[in-house]
Nanobody, 124 residues
Framework: QVQLVESGGGLVQPGGSLRLSCAAS????????MGWYRQAPGKERELVAT???????NYADSVMGRFTISRDNAKNTVYLQMNSLKPEDTAVYYC??????????????????WGQGSQITVSS
């Protein structure tokens, strides 16, 4: 069964840095795009950054120049390096991956899978 496991959340002061990781496992045939989304209290989930299997990236305007998304295809892992963090970056961060899984009659999908969520709190 496919699952995404996140790590690296926590509390950081304004201007600080954190790195999130998200590892996919379980019957994976291939992974297309991977990405990070976040949801602040009382707000809708929003896109933070995405990366294709070929390494092309896309960022929300609010994090451009401060956050960097990367992936290790050999490890089925996506990362989010967050620098110059601001209080408005406080949210639960979710990783997402579009995964084709191995089926009895061949690959199935792609389908969206989500991590469990990681709380990022930026506060002094």
């Amino acid at each position: 069964q496919v699952q995404l496991v996140e790590s690296g959340g926590g509390l950081v002061q304004p201007g600080g840095s954190l790195r999130l990781s998200c590892a996919a496992s379980g019957g994976i045939f291939s992974i297309d795009a991977m990405g990070w989304y976040r949801q602040a209290p009382g707000k809708e989930r929003e896109l933070v950054a995405t990366i294709t299997s070929g390494g092309s990236t896309n960022y929300a305007d609010s994090v451009m120049g401060r956050f960097t998304i990367s992936r290790d295809n050999a490890k089925n892992t996506v990362y989010l390096q967050m620098n110059s963090l601001k209080p408005e970056d406080t949210a639960v961060y979710y990783c997402n991956a579009k995964i084709r899984r191995m089926g009895v009659f061949g690959p199935r999908g792609p389908a969206d899978y989500w991590g469990q969520g990681s709380q990022i709190t930026v506060s002094s």
